[in-house]
């Protein structure tokens, strides 16, 4: 079987290394790839919005199966190109991308099909925005949470410290900040919890979550500074305990599996859901219909069974039949970025250690990198994923940072404390 990976990230890159693992896969291609990918795949210079492009390539080079990475091209409707072509491909058509393209669209669905999530309010003008932003604060609320409907990479959501601030955010919204993914705006009651990821196949037929997972999304550690597009992520999540396990079976990807069929919706892919948990119940933070990266990472290392196999049985709708086979250790993935993100970086900077870290057995994710003059250099704000498996969390953690150690790179830093959380829960 022959394989594309459409995108250039370290999600990219752990499904790569799995696929290539499959006893049933000839090739991995990966359109456009990066440095490191270029190691375990050929990659193809066409990049992720070529839509046309990339199924002509597909076509003309006998793919098995296309994976879609990143929402963009979903949202866009590569599926509906890839369909109405006869090509096999992973991902929700362009209508149902709209859970994660429209947060209006998604929590629609949550209400319709009664699953848990933040009350909110949707506006298209600036006025009763306010107005409604104002009454939150003055009935007590010390923080609401404002949402572009749109795509907005990652930007377009704030957790308001003051009134003053919620009205700037939501003034830039309107002002055209996000162009026009913030031309409606979502305003939500902040809830007050721990987060996990939550990625669970769907192919209109089944639903199967994969392990659980949590992110680091601030730049810093003890989870301060800025948000990311995530700084390191672990699987199990601890927090997701059986009892919560439960709920999220019976309070979200039920109800989203009865959604999706209700609504129709062609949906042959991953529905990754951001929960909060809230005194041991989850609620729906978000819906993204891709895998979550950096939470990726670490699930594709404690999976132990035939990827291709598992993914090629979702696009054919037949995920009843795939076979999810996972190992018990815990796994942790340390990114490395560039000095100065989730701001402005510079690029070029040879990385040096990629060889002495894989020696330690750890395997090293590719995001933002490039290859110049016969080196590996850094060319993206997330640079490099750092991942290992270990008998307990502790033992992963040592691993992924032992082989973090090895590797350097002007201006290049990572979080110290990736998997902590994960050790509070189990000293409790
Ligand atoms: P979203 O793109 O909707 O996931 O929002 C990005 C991040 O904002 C989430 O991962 C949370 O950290 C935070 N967030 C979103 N919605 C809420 C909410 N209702 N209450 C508290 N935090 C939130
Ligand atoms: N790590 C969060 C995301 O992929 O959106």
């Not at 696929?19 to 050929?42: F, M, Q, R």
């Not at 949202?75 to 890839?82: K, L, P």
């Not at 939550?198 to 800025?226: E, M, W, Y």
């Not at 209700?262 to 991953?270: R, S, T, Y």
């Amino acid at each position: 079987m022959n394989v594309l990976v459409v995108g250039s990230g370290g999600r990219e890159h752990a499904l790569v290394w799995q696929l290539k693992k499959s006893p049933s896969v000839t090739k991995v291609y990966c359109a456009p790839g990066n440095a490191g990918i270029a190691a375990d795949a050929e990659c193809v210079g066409i990049s992720v919005g070529e839509l046309e492009k990339l199924a002509d390539f597909a076509a003309a080079n006998k793919i098995d199966l296309t994976v879609v990475g990143p929402e963009a091209p979903l949202c866009d409707g590569i599926v509906d190109v890839f369909n109405a072509r006869g090509l096999a491909v992973f991902g929700p058509d362009k209508y149902a991308a709209q859970l994660e393209g429209s947060k209006d669209f998604a929590k629609a669905f949550m209400l319709k099909y009664g699953i848990p999530t933040a009350r909110a309010a949707t506006f298209t003008d600036e006025a009763s925005a306010a107005e409604y932003i104002r009454k939150e604060y003055a009935n007590g609320e010390s923080s609401v949470v404002i949402k572009a409907d749109g795509l907005a990479a990652g930007k377009g959501v704030l957790v308001s410290e003051s009134e003053e601030q919620a009205l700037e955010f939501l003034h830039g919204c309107f002002d055209g900040v996000f162009g026009e993914a913030g031309a409606k705006v979502l305003i939500e009651e902040c809830l007050i919890g721990e987060e996990a990821s939550i990625l669970a196949l769907c192919d209109g037929n089944t639903i199967v979550p994969l392990v659980s997972s949590q992110d680091h999304k601030r730049v810093f550690d003890d989870d301060k500074g800025p948000n990311t597009g995530g700084m390191g992520a672990y699987s199990p999540a601890p927090v997701v305990t059986e009892e919560v396990w439960s709920l999220i079976n019976e309070e979200i990807l039920n109800p989203f599996l009865y959604g999706v069929q209700q609504e129709k919706l062609n949906f042959k892919g991953v529905i990754f859901v951001g929960i909060m948990v809230c005194d041991g119940k989850p609620k729906v933070l978000e819906f993204n219909v891709r895998f979550g990266d950096p939470e990726i990472q670490p699930v594709m290392r404690r999976f132990d069974g035939d990827w291709y196999d598992v993914l090629a049985k979702v696009a054919a709708g037949k995920l009843e039949e795939a076979d999810l086979v996972w190992s018990d250790d815990p796994a942790v993935s340390v990114v490395l970025a560039s000095g100065g993100y989730p701001g402005s970086y510079t690029k070029g900077h040879v990385i040096t250690g990629l060889d002495e870290a894989a020696a330690t057995g750890a395997v090293v994710f590719h995001a933002g990198t490039a290859l110049k003059e016969g080196n590996i250099v850094n060319a993206g704000g997330r640079v490099l994923g750092v991942s290992a498996r270990g008998v307990t969390i502790d033992e992963a953690i040592q691993k992924a940072y032992e082989a973090v150690d090895k590797i350097a790179f002007e201006g290049g830093f990572c979080r110290r404390d990736i998997g902590a959380k994960a050790k509070k829960h189990l000293q409790k």
